[in-house]
């Protein structure tokens, strides 16, 4: 590999490195109750993390 080539593979390789995985998630509010005004939403949503990207 060329001096070039070599550069360019390492830009990769940090590019690489330095990115972060993005995922997200869908939610039926309220699980499997469904969105009712007699579910607990403070319960449903006490061990969940939202992230922007998310679909409620």
Do not use: C, H, R
């Not at 309220?30 to 922007?52: P, Y």
Request: aromatic share 16%.
């Amino acid at each position: 590999m060329g001096p070039k080539n070599t550069f360019f593979f390492l830009v990769l390789v940090f590019v690489a490195l330095i990115t972060k995985q993005v995922e997200s998630a869908q939610y039926d509010v309220g699980g499997s109750q469904g969105w009712e005004a007699t579910t607990n939403f403070d319960s449903w949503v006490s061990d969940k993390t939202f992230k922007v990207g998310d679909q409620l």
